[in-house]
């Protein structure tokens, strides 16, 4: 009996309520031959084990992203609308794409002209991009120089220093911050003065705290729409997540 339970269905009896199998009330014979019976037919048949996991993981995913959802919907305005972070794109776009970014990561720099390509190409997603700083100094002296160049100078300057950071091959010291603002036409004297502001610290630690508050740990970290991406996606994934994102 307990062998064409066990063969009739172990990943349905992995799957029952404890109650629905008492263990507790088999005696010492009855249990120890359902646990060899039930290892015999795992080794037997190993694809089970590996159905159960992938259920499993598919259970996981699924709760992950009711949770992300869950906590895009109850900090919406602080991630698509906190009034410092730049926007551009279409500002009228269907689709927005928020993305969390620090200048040393690699693969934010990989991702950059993959999302540039997505947005050129699409024409209706609107673009936001929050300095999330995590890679040590000189991600936090980058970070502070884009957000001071564009407290000081305005969005379209930001976007020019923000493409020549995340390309920056060099240490982002004072001289080669100096000689990019040189470049792009900025004064970086004025920029130098403005990066140890509270005005630019604020900015920093308010997408710090919204990133803890959606447990977001690393860089790039995509929201798009109600959906949390986390890590790099290529060209081809996120142009079919955006598709997916119209049609429902």
């Known amino acids: 009996m307990i062998r064409t339970l066990v063969q009739a269905g172990a990943l349905s009896l992995l799957a029952l309520p404890a109650t629905a199998l008492d263990l507790a009330r088999m005696s010492d014979a009855e249990r120890s031959l359902f646990r060899a019976e039930v290892r015999s037919y ?6 089970v084990i590996m159905e159960a996991v992938e259920l499993l993981q598919q259970r996981e995913a699924s709760a992950e992203a009711a949770q992300d959802r869950a906590l895009i919907d109850a900090l919406r305005r602080e991630i698509f609308d906190d009034g410092y972070s730049w926007v551009g794109g279409n500002p009228e776009g269907d689709i927005t794409l928020v993305e969390f970014v620090d200048y040393r990561c690699g693969y934010c720099r990989r991702a950059h002209e993959e999302v540039k390509e997505l947005v050129a190409g699409d024409g209706n997603i609107r673009l936001i991009y929050k300095e999330f700083p995590i890679l040590g100094e000189a991600s936090m002296r980058s970070s502070r120089f884009a957000v001071a160049v564009k407290q000081l100078a305005g969005d379209d300057a930001y976007a020019r220093v923000h493409d020549a950071l995340i390309t920056l091959k060099a240490e982002p010291t004072d001289a080669v911050l100096s000689r990019l603002a040189g470049q792009l036409g900025l004064e970086a004297a004025a920029i130098f003065a403005r990066m140890p502001s509270d005005a630019v610290s604020q900015e920093i630690a308010g997408t710090r705290a919204l990133a803890q508050a959606l447990s977001i740990s690393g860089t790039p970290t995509f929201v798009m729409q109600d959906q949390m991406l986390r890590g790099y996606l290529p060209l081809d994934a ?11």
């Open 42 to 47: 795992l080794l037997d048949h190993p694809e």
């Open 238 to 248: 996120m142009q079919a997540l955006v598709a997916e994102k119209r049609d429902r």
